[in-house]
């Protein structure tokens, strides 16, 4: 099985969109640009890099579509798409995979698109209108209550969680994330810091949203992620909070989810609130 991703990438008002296509001169078609997932690579973080590899843009991604599969040779391919917008205005090199990279309007696209595949994800990339997503990150592998000496509310990372914490700065990444949130307690802060560092932003910690506050005061929960909420609808950018597991149940419950498993450690929730479907993008850890 071969694992791979890629994005239907738009621009422009309504009505007057635009798809990013490529021309591969190896196959002589026009195509959206995607790729293979890289070992140990999300595949969001996959269609980023395709991306930019194959057309020179930065893009940040929105939501996912539906997933296309189809047989290569003796194996079967799947690939993940999604929609996305430009990140920057800049443009870099592109690799020799394409010699041609252009901007068609909506219409062309759907109209002369080399694959029936690629028309039919163009389609549903276009028909729905675009929300911004929130996301909800259990904090990654912490060392274990039973051998930590010292406050709970200390307790540090293992090496495994200090890695996941540094794959999980690229997820959100390939997302633009620009405001982040936190328990006030050390290994929820640090599952975020790697991407805190990595863009030059202040995680905000909200000691409401902590193990110890949330059992004592569980209404303070409530009160917190209604002021995420709304900073999450006020900010350009997606918001980022991260928690405890036996407090995510509050935390999803503002928003009316009800998570279908509990999340693992370093496990990302991406919700969509406002978009009034109820969708929830469950991305499990790595490492």
């Excluded at 997933?67 to 870099?92: C, F, G, M």
């Excluded at 975020?192 to 949330?214: D, F, Q, T």
């Amino acid at each position: 099985m071969i694992n791979a991703s890629g994005a239907v990438v738009v621009r422009g008002d309504r009505d007057h969109r635009e798809v990013l296509v490529v021309h591969r001169p190896s196959y002589k078609d026009w195509s959206l640009p995607k790729g293979k997932m890289l070992s140990d690579e999300y595949l969001a973080v996959t269609a980023v890099r395709e991306v930019r590899e194959e057309t020179g843009h930065h893009i940040r991604l929105l939501r996912p579509l539906t997933t296309a599969r189809y047989p290569i040779n003796s194996h079967v391919k799947i690939v993940q798409w999604w929609v996305a917008e430009l990140a920057s205005d800049d443009v870099l090199d592109h690799d020799d995979e394409t010699d041609l990279v252009e901007w068609w309007p909506a219409a062309k696209a759907i109209r002369e698109l080399s694959y029936a595949d690629d028309v039919k994800t163009t389609v549903e990339a276009l028909r729905r209108p675009e929300h911004k997503p929130l996301f909800i990150v259990r904090h990654t592998k912490a060392m274990s209550r039973k051998k930590w000496q010292g406050d709970d509310a200390d307790r540090r990372l293992t090496e495994r969680g200090r890695r996941q914490a540094k794959a999980l700065a690229n997820l959100l990444a390939a997302f633009g994330v620009g405001e982040l949130a936190s328990s006030d307690s050390t290994r929820c802060m640090a599952t975020l810091s790697p991407y805190a560092a990595k863009i030059g932003a202040e995680i905000k910690g909200y000691p409401a949203l902590s193990e110890e506050s949330a059992e004592r005061h569980p209404k303070r929960v409530t009160k917190a992620m209604a002021e995420l909420a709304k900073r999450s609808r006020d900010a350009a950018t997606p918001l980022a909070v991260c928690g405890h597991r036996p407090v995510l149940p509050a935390m999803f419950n503002y928003f009316n989810v009800v998570p279908d498993h509990v999340l693992r450690p370093g496990e990302v929730a991406i919700l969509y609130p406002g978009a009034g479907d109820g969708q929830t993008l469950y991305i499990p850890p790595k490492l």
